[in-house]
């Protein structure tokens, strides 16, 4: 078997989630979410080239070196991929003209609500537009911004999260909104079986993060690995906001020294706000700045203490590394099983 030949999947589910599948372009509707230092053009070339959907991680990353890895992935695969990029990140707008000057396919807008005319200027591009909604507010806004499709993402989600569980917001986002354009849910997604029951819902697929960190393709350090792997549900932990005057995106990670040190950076953040040493935005760019620095730690050097180790709770799902293909042929069949299971139950 080729290494890029696609997942096999079944008529059954062909037909449940082919609206999800031609947005994509993809096999399957089923999204690697984007992880700074690990969303790298390997990993999202490899998964695309069987059959999912990936994106790159834009978040903080240099310009030349953002369109230096959009050429990569393009030299890997001819499969569509996307680009996350972090509204709220310093090099963001110069991440946008870059993802519309290379025509790129699909383009995600994360971290913070964009402006419309950005939204504009992506889909005048070409692109498709994928944004987040984690209320129905949210939704309705993005849609009138233009967007192509929603993704859904819950709390349990690691990295970067809103404060919505992800039950609520299916029935605050997904319900109300599946009719009108392609809705994908994200956020404590780690067994295939909920993929199935999502696309029951109505969703147009779904997006995992914390499950592909331990694919043996991604080239995340080993001892990151292992950290996720030896992790309970309940050790992914989610920042807090200390004072409104310093907002800030809350961050779901494995508690551990990053964790502590986030805390004193946020209180002596908020001193330099109140003496005015510092605005409040220069603050969130230094918020943003430690978790990309304290992430490559983690990720790439391995310092599972002093490095972030951003998870979701779906993290006590995982259990050992796998193959690429391995993971996503899973993914399908568990998904299968799951409808094939619900359609007997009704017949019965």
Known sequence: M??????????ELDRLWRRGAEFFGSRVPIM??????ISDPHLVATFSNLGGFASLAGGNMPPELFAASIDATRALTDRPFGANIIVIAPNYRAHLDICCEKRLSHIFFAGSIPRQ??????????????CFASAGSIAERMIGYGADALILEGSEAGGHIGHVSTTVLLQEVLFPYAERLPIFVAGGIADGRMVGHLCLMGAAGAQLGTR???????????????????ARSREAIATPQYSSKLPVVAVRALNNGAMQRFGELQLDLLRKVEAGEINRQD?????EKYWVGSLREGAVAGDVDRGSLMAGQSVGLVTRTQPLREILQQLVDEAHAAVAGARGRLEA
């Open 212 to 230: 592909f960190v331990v694919a043996d393709e991604c080239l995340a350090h080993p001892a990151f690995k292992q950290a996720f792997i030896k």
């Open 2 to 11: 080729s290494v890029y030949e696609p997942v096999r999947t079944t008529p």
């Open 117 to 130: 005319s950005e939204v504009e200027q992506a889909r005048a591009s070409g692109a498709k537009v994928i």
């Open 283 to 287: 603050a969130q760019f230094e918020v």
């Open 32 to 37: 690697c979410g984007a992880m700074t230092w």
